[in-house]
């Protein structure tokens, strides 16, 4: 599982109120990612980071904002969730190396109302 | 990336190989064919990945063709937590940090006891 965790793991809450994800990982590796999975969608990409204080948009980023301060974390903030962001966030790192190997946390399961 | 196609859903018997095909015909050749698999509600989860020659590991083989325009996941000896949507991606290997995985539908593996 390459030391990933996120947090929380579940999380109910209401349109316009900020919510903060947490990812952790405990190898050091430079490479951090964020994906929201959704029925019919598939995974995307949401932001993504290759270094401490490195950090470029995905595919679908609007209302999404992300923090490196430390290698080992990678937050991901929604400053004013809606209901269109409710989803599952997936964490992943990749591995360094010509290949593209990622390894993801276990999810987020975000509600909002 | 090379598109793949892969069956909707296969069944297998518990304690059978599980034989998951993938057709990538437009392949390249710097593309490596990668396995992923997703268990209900968890994160997706790396399996295998290869360029040419056949791979094994601890999870699994992976046998691609000689024109590498197909490739088969064995799974030796399934068990039911093998239950799961097995994605194959075949794609470049990238320099860009931004290099999401794009997962199709992948094939819904169901192994029954």
């Known amino acids: 599982d390459a030391g990933i965790t996120q947090s929380p793991r579940h999380k109910v809450t209401e349109t316009g109120t900020p919510v903060t994800l947490r990812c952790h990982q405990t190898?050091?590796?430079?490479?951090m990612y964020w994906y929201r999975q959704d029925p019919g969608h598939g995974l995307r990409l949401i932001h993504y980071s290759y270094g401490v204080k490195d950090t470029d948009k995905g595919e679908v980023s609007d209302g999404y904002s992300v923090s490196r301060s430390k290698t080992e974390d990678f937050l991901l903030t929604l400053e004013s969730a809606t209901s269109s962001q409710t989803s599952v966030y997936f964490c992943a790192i990749r591995t360094s190396g010509a290949t593209d190997t990622q390894y993801f946390g276990p999810g987020t399961r975000l509600t909002v109302l | 990336d090379a598109k793949t196609t892969q069956p909707t859903s296969m069944d297998c018997a518990e304690g059978r190989a599980a034989n998951l095909p993938c057709n990538h015909s437009?392949?390249?050749?710097?593309?490596?064919v990668y396995w992923y698999r997703q268990i209900h509600s968890q994160g997706p989860q790396y399996i295998i990945h290869?360029?040419?020659n056949n791979e094994t590991n601890e999870m699994a083989s992976l046998i691609i063709t000689e024109d590498r325009k197909s490739s088969t996941l064995i799974l030796p000896h399934a068990t039911l937590r093998d239950t799961a949507v097995y994605y194959c991606i075949v794609r470049a290997p990238l320099n860009n940090a931004g290099n999401m995985l794009t997962f199709g539908g992948g094939t819904r593996l169901m192994v029954k006891p």
């Open positions: 190898e050091n590796h430079r490479y």
């Open positions: 290869g360029l040419k």
């Open positions: 437009t392949i390249s050749g710097n593309e490596y």
